[in-house]
């Protein structure tokens, strides 16, 4: 027969709450004391913590903030003021934070499990941080989409990630806005603390992306993320900076633009990349055209050399596209292969964007709510990114971002199913005077109409003898 007292009670259901998927990621890489170290505390009323997982936790309910307390029957942990202070406080390192639960699972989680012999890359790019109806978002700006070529309302979200080729981890970022100030919409609140973080990250988003860059680097240097390259698209392939990289003892894969300024030493020739490519002896039939070792230099700093340029076919306008390493040891079909791991950068902000709603959860003002909701936004995907390594199956970054939900969509109706079964069957006692031994048989024989896919996560299971 089925055993009533096996649906699960109430402490059961707590417990598979705690057991969720999110909770146990905030257990096991000790959210909490990361926050602290963070200074991202509060002095009274729930704990950062607590507030961290709801926001963490919203996307998966399918509503927005408003939405989820507007439900009918919801009763929420704290006050909506209550997030929105989280989320604007000026005194909080979120860069910190970040920094340091990304470096904890790459060298404790990711790195300790692929080969020695695996190329480790750190990848910078920027994507457009999209608020086109927005007016008074503090250093809001038009930016450059490189995608199109147009400029659109918004500030720019320069990324730095870590990846192995197979998983990727957002690492640290900046929200950039314009340097000109005739394209900015709005500037530096005249209020905040110049001795905050948040005041630092505005000061920083009016700088340069190539020097923010840098500053990015330092980050994953100081928590010593082992890394073996470091790999840019063609808007940060500048001699000055593959130069500087140089000083961090890390080696670069970038893609060149065909810039007439730029220069490369071949032959006793200082010559254009298109130049180059006109002189280089090619290779017929082949994916990949040439392949020559040039000098550079960057006369900033005195500084010189050598880097090994591809030439790879391509369908665009030019037939060819240029690869540099400044590792002349790599052969060309290891240059193609470590440089299509930037590839794992695309597909972060395409989820990021599509799925996690970056940009588009909260529509506050401050420089300091973007901020904090960004770094949310990069944690879940660090989750998602481990829940992907973890079961190294056929899903996709979307089914899991669904099951996800459908996990915590499971345990809200569990729960309220047992509180119908519960009130039930205390109104059989009260009403009707049924013996325990009579409400037993009627659950069970209750429990045995039910379908499969009801029974099972009821956790009711056949004890028949």
């Known amino acids: 027969m089925f055993l009533v007292n096996t649906i699960i009670p109430q402490k059961d259901i707590n417990a598979k709450q705690i057991d969720s998927r999110v909770s146990i990621f905030c257990k096991t890489f000790l959210l909490g004391r990361l926050l602290r170290k963070c200074n991202i505390i509060k002095l009274k009323g729930a704990s950062c913590l607590q507030v961290f997982k709801f926001i963490f936790q919203l996307i998966f309910s399918g509503k927005n903030l408003y939405q989820l307390l507007q439900t ?12 929105y202070d989280f989320l604007n406080s000026v005194s909080y390192n979120w860069r910190k934070f970040l920094l340091l639960l990304s470096s904890k699972i790459i060298k404790r989680k990711l790195y300790p499990l692929t080969s020695e012999k695996r190329i480790n890359v750190l990848i910078f790019d920027d994507s457009v941080y999209s608020r086109p109806r927005s007016k008074a978002v503090e250093l809001l700006a038009k930016v450059r989409d490189h995608a199109t070529g147009k400029y659109v309302k918004g500030l720019r979200l320069l990324t730095m990630g870590w990846s192995d080729g197979n998983s990727f981890i957002p690492v640290a970022f900046s929200l950039l806005s314009s340097r000109k100030e005739e394209n900015r919409y709005n500037g530096i609140k005249a209020d905040i603390d110049k001795r905050t973080n948040g005041y630092k990250r505005r000061q920083e988003a009016l700088g340069k992306a190539t020097e923010v ?18 790999l ?53 039939g082949n994916e990949i055209i040439a392949s020559v070792i040039v000098g550079m230099e960057v006369d ?82 660090i989750l998602l990114a481990l829940e992907n390594r973890k079961f190294k199956d056929s899903k996709t970054f979307g089914n899991m971002f669904f099951e996800l939900c459908d996990e915590l969509d499971d345990i809200r109706f569990i729960e309220s199913l047992y509180l119908v079964l519960d009130l039930l069957k205390q109104s059989l006692i009260d009403c009707l005077k049924l013996s325990e031994q009579k409400i037993d048989q009627l659950f069970n024989h209750f429990a045995e109409l039910l379908p499969r896919y009801f029974i099972e996560p009821l956790m009711i299971f056949n004890s028949e003898s």
């Not at 009918?72 to 997030?83: A, L, N, R």
């Not at 010189?304 to 690869?323: E, H, R, T």
Request: hydrophobic share 40%; glycine share 4%.
């Open 72 to 83: 009918k029957g919801y009763e929420p942990p704290f006050e909506k003021d209550v997030v």
């Open 213 to 230: 860059m840098f500053d990015l680097l330092e980050g994953a240097t100081k928590y010593d993320i082992p890394v073996d390259y470091i």
């Open 232 to 284: 840019f698209d063609s808007w940060f392939a500048f001699p000055k900076i593959i130069g500087k990289v140089l000083e961090y003892e890390k080696q670069v894969v970038c893609r060149l633009k065909s810039l007439p300024n730029i220069r490369y030493r071949y032959k006793g020739r200082n010559l254009s990349l298109k130049q180059l490519y006109n002189t280089v002896k090619k290779k017929p």
């Open 300 to 381: 900033e700093i005195d500084s010189k050399f050598q880097a090994k340029i591809i030439f790879v076919s391509d369908d665009n306008k030019n037939g060819w596209i240029a690869l540099l390493t400044t590792d002349t040891s790599l052969k060309d079909q290891e240059i193609i292969r470590i440089y299509g791991k930037r590839w794992d950068i695309e597909v972060f902000f395409k989820m990021s964007k599509s799925y996690l709603k970056l940009a588009k959860e909260f529509q506050g003002r401050s420089y300091d709510m973007m901020v904090a909701h960004t770094t949310i936004v990069f944690a879940r995907y």
